[in-house]
């Protein structure tokens, strides 16, 4: 028997015993529950509140996550990640040594401690739910609200679109007396005395989690986290039993209501013993499916739209597939809708077959905009977001390794390197985070052993100044499956320009999804919507983009197959409790710098408001999101044409139109910008210009005895040798042609010719002379003898 499972088993049987003698209210009916039925919040608290804390349970809580957290690869960041807009300092295990340190009597409160110290984070990779037991029980209001942008008077809302009748409790609270339905489309003005929306702003920052962004923060809470709370992600309600509304109906008379929570349980329980029962860890306690893992644990799924009337009236929106998480719409013949509900199908190949379905009906049907639908998308597989990407793109992102996977890596402790090493031993194709061959170099080359983990580097988190080690930086090798079910051809995409692909989401798009949608944002591919939030706010399309998360059952399956038994190695939590934690961290693709995407903020390129009618519709929500489609974002530009040139249109943020100037950014082959007359002319002889602004001086000409003769597009430019030179290409020289060659051997013999001769007539004169001058002494001698 393990050493795991034995401590595990203690724990149960001391635990089982006190569930006897240590602390348990016998009073009746208390824990008495059955399922899904209304339950008053006095019998909830009394039930929880029965169960004082067990010390055994809580050191080894404590210890098993106090042993974990060092390889929470954030762990330094936030200590001080003093960014305005996620401005979080928090120290874990300082943190954890404290609550060590304080006194609970309940094991709620204890538990409660924990889960609001992960809450802080707000990252939803990052958490703890307190244990199963506590989860089946649910705190309700009455009351489905919505947030929206009223038109008469441009202030946002809080709207009450519905009753919420989960277990029964609408005929409940209409048995204690309240007329609920006249509530029924008006507005709530109050919330214990203060405005409504600053309330539950005020309340989503300190309770909801999970995001890093305010907007998505008020988004959970508006949809479903403040009206029903399970009692494993949050303790009861810090203003009691009764929530007090200033409504406002829709007979315009203002009323204040008083609604108490009312609660129920998901099972049955008989007693007290009986409800810690459950909470209890047990040696066969069933594990957490591959869908919980790997989404995000806020996700909500939705349904179809509800195609409200006013949208039937004014659009034909024609549902064409509903397939396994991915559904596609037409709207009027013009737009085509794609709705990615997460990335956890059950059949990876139908997923794929029907996002590709849905792109080629669009081209089918020459649709000539698409928008991707990605709400509370709660992520899932990393490898089919990467998919997608490489398959709407797959020119751009054709290398995996230098373009397409994100750069990652973990931080690096001694557990960590423990198995890393003890990963070598596993088999190539072994699906485990600590086999090497699960990775590849930051260029794509195979890792042979555990230097992948241990060949470590240093960086500065956060703003304290302290170093801190983390492994190699690593990419996938393990995603070829995923990417084996598209067909990358581009054969069945139509060529959609950012101007025509929106992605849409309400920010709470997480993990895998959040891979998806960043990368498109950070590559210019695509524009990007943000519906809801807090109006004017700035809000990022996409959360929680960590890189990995690590389930703690996971940690402890790994160390048991590894067989890791070490000091550093943490225990089973003692009861079933739930902790997650973010294992590796994934950066910015277009940062120098090793910016983690987590703490780099990139707000979407438009807000959305929801209308009351949106805010209950999602086709509404596609409808209003149409108009961007003809709004240009402030990164984006447009080509236009110059006379011999190329140029641009930016975009003028105060329109959302491009300007008319065209901007010119590049000359046509063989042209270059000239600044005497400000437009592109053609390059000079012995110039080229491949298609950019300037010209440039050709080099390819011999060195000696050459002339360039024209210009060109490429370093190429025409030219020719001297006279009498002719071209040796294997040298690129100009060597004398042969002709040349006879032709100064003959010159030579003619002008050495001419020398003999000059030389003969030279010397003939000078006899000549000599002769002459004799001659002419001789006859004046004469002629003076004779006188």
């Known amino acids: 028997m393990s050493s795991h499972l034995l401590s595990t088993l203690m724990l149960v049987v001391v635990a089982t015993s006190c569930l006897v003698l240590c602390g348990f209210s016998e009073a009746q009916n208390v824990c008495q529950f059955t399922p899904n039925t209304p339950i008053s919040y006095d019998s909830i608290k009394s039930c929880v509140y029965n169960i004082t804390l067990d010390s055994e349970i809580s050191k080894q809580t404590l210890s098993s996550i106090q042993k974990t957290i060092p390889m929470y690869v954030f762990r330094e960041y936030v200590k001080n990640a003093t960014d305005p807009r996620f401005n979080i300092r928090v120290d874990l295990l300082a943190e954890l040594e404290k609550i060590s340190q304080e006194t609970f009597e309940y094991d709620f409160d204890f538990h409660q401690s924990i889960v609001a110290l992960f809450r802080q984070l707000n990252d939803g990779h990052t958490l703890y739910f307190a244990p199963q037991c506590y989860g089946n029980l649910v705190l309700r209001q009455p009351f489905s609200i919505i947030s929206y942008l009223d038109d008469a008077d441009n202030v946002q809302k809080i709207g009450i679109a519905s009753l919420n009748n989960a277990s029964g409790i609408i005929d409940y609270y209409t048995g204690l007396g309240y007329d609920l339905k006249k509530f029924v489309g008006g507005e709530i ?52 039993e009764i929530v007090s509304y200033e409504i406002l109906a829709t007979d315009g008379t203002t009323s204040t209501v008083n609604i108490p929570w009312v609660g129920s349980s998901l099972i049955n329980y008989q007693s007290p013993n009986d409800f810690y029962a459950s909470c209890l860890a047990t040696a066969n306690r069933a594990r957490l499916t591959n869908e919980e893992k790997k989404v995000d644990p806020l996700q909500e799924k939705r349904t179809l739209p509800l195609l409200s009337k006013a949208t039937k009236d004014t659009h034909n929106i024609v549902n064409l597939i509903t397939g396994d998480q991915v559904n596609y719409f037409q709207i009027d013949g013009k737009v085509g809708v794609i709705t990615v509900e997460s990335f956890v199908p059950k059949d990876e190949v139908q997923f794929a077959k029907d996002f590709q379905t849905a792109m080629y009906l669009a ?35 054709s290398s995996n390794f230098e373009t397409l996977f994100a750069r990652t890596d973990m931080i690096a402790t001694e557990l960590g390197r423990q198995l890393a090493t003890a990963g070598t031993k596993l088999s190539p194709d072994a699906d485990s985070i600590w ?6 170099t930051i260029d794509g080359k195979n890792f042979k052993d555990e230097t992948w983990y241990t060949n470590q580097k240093s960086y500065i988190r956060g703003t304290d100044g302290k170093p801190a080690f983390y492994s190699s930086i690593l990419k996938e090798n393990y995603c070829q499956p995923s990417f084996d079910n598209y067909y990358f051809t581009g054969e069945d995409l139509l060529k959609y320009s950012p101007d025509d692909f929106i992605l849409l989401s309400n920010g709470r798009c997480a993990s895998t999804c959040a891979l998806f949608t960043r990368h498109l944002q950070e590559s210019q591919k695509v524009k990007t919507v943000v519906v809801g939030g807090l109006s004017g706010q700035p809000q990022q399309i996409a959360q929680v983009p960590g890189g990995q998360v690590y389930e703690f059952e996971d940690l402890l399956a790994d160390i048991k197959s590894l067989n890791i038994n070490s000091d550093v190695t943490p225990k089973p939590l003692p009861v079933q409790s739930r902790f997650r934690f973010a294992i590796r961290e994934a950066y910015a693709w277009n940062q120098n710098e090793l910016t983690p995407l987590e703490f780099f903020f990139e707000g979407s390129d438009f807000r959305l408001s929801y209308t009351k009618e949106s805010a209950v519709d999602r086709s509404k929500v596609w409808i209003d999101t149409m108009k961007f489609f003809d709004i240009c974002a402030k990164w984006q530009t447009k080509a236009c044409n110059l006379t011999n040139g190329q140029g641009v249109q930016n975009c003028n943020t105060n329109t959302g139109k491009y300007v008319p100037t065209c901007i010119l950014t590049s000359c046509n082959p063989g042209f270059g910008f000239s600044a005497e007359k400000k437009n592109c002319i053609p390059c000079a002889i012995g110039e080229y210009n491949p298609g950019q602004l300037s010209c440039t001086a050709c080099t390819n000409k011999p060195a000696e005895n050459a002339v360039y003769t024209n210009s060109s597009t490429t370093n190429n430019c025409p030219f020719a040798c001297d006279d009498g030179y002719d071209y040796n290409a294997s040298k690129n020289t100009c060597v004398i042609s042969e002709d040349m060659k006879v032709g100064k051997a003959f010159f030579g013999i003619i002008i050495s010719l001419c020398a003999l001769f000059l030389i003969f007539a030279v010397a003939l004169l000078i006899v000549t002379v000599v002769m002459f001058v004799r001659n002419y002494k001789r006859v004046s001698g004469e002629r003076a003898t004779l006188l």
């Open 189 to 240: 003005t109050k919330i214990h005395g203060k405005v409504a929306i600053r309330h539950i702003v005020d309340w989503a920052n300190a309770n909801a989690g999970g995001y890093k962004d305010e907007g998505a923060r008020f988004n959970v809470a508006i949809s479903n986290l403040f009206m029903t709370r399970s009692l494993n992600r949050l303790g009861f309600p810090v203003n009691g």
């Open 363 to 397: 081209k089918l049907n020459k649709i000539p905009r698409i928008i991707v639908d990605v709400t509370n998308n709660g992520g899932g597989e990393e490898c089919l977001g990467y998919a997608l990407i490489k398959y709407l793109h797959s020119n751009a992102f």
């Open 435 to 440: 086999n090497f061959a699960t990775w590849k």
